[in-house]
């Protein structure tokens, strides 16, 4: 017989604080240039403990996305649901889709490394060192 596991209150907060800070670090270095340690001091705790809410660094970043998708998307039916006709439900899904990542920039443009973000004084440049291959899509290329 197994029991649930229910998360407490104080679990929720830690795992919640644990995401906000995971979501500014990956923000600020990247996925690929964060680490569980750095994520740890960076929140006055001991790595080990990290563990306990979320078994690595990839389960942190699945759960922010995670959360932000579905955030996206509940808002999004909620948006085109409120409207009467098809050019209103076009009007309002693009309206909260630019609002929301104006809103939740943190989440809404995670970089998987330093190198293929914005420069801190020139968001139009990217320096293209994680550039998709030339093979993909042209929509799926970071610019240059």
């Not at 197994?2 to 407490?8: C, P, Y």
């Given at each position: ?9 104080p ?36 790595p ?47 309206r ?44 799926s290329?970071?610019?240059?």
């Amino acid at each position: 017989m197994s029991a649930a596991l229910v998360a407490t209150a104080p679990e929720r907060a830690a795992s919640a604080r644990i995401l906000r800070a995971a979501t500014a670090l990956f923000r600020a270095r990247g996925y690929h240039g964060s680490s569980m340690r750095t994520l740890a001091r960076g929140l006055r705790m001991e790595p080990a403990s990290l563990y306990y809410h979320f078994p690595s660094k990839q389960d942190i970043l699945f759960a922010i996305l995670d959360r932000t998708l579905d955030d996206l998307l509940d808002g999004l039916r909620h948006a085109v649901t409120a409207a009467d006709d098809d050019r209103a439900r076009l009007l309002a899904a693009v309206r909260f889709h630019v609002l929301f990542h104006v809103r939740r920039r943190q989440e809404a443009f995670l970089r998987t490394c330093a190198a293929c973000s914005p420069s801190a004084t020139n968001t139009s440049t990217w320096s293209g060192a994680c550039s998709p291959p030339a093979s993909a899509p042209a929509a799926s290329r970071w610019p240059t």
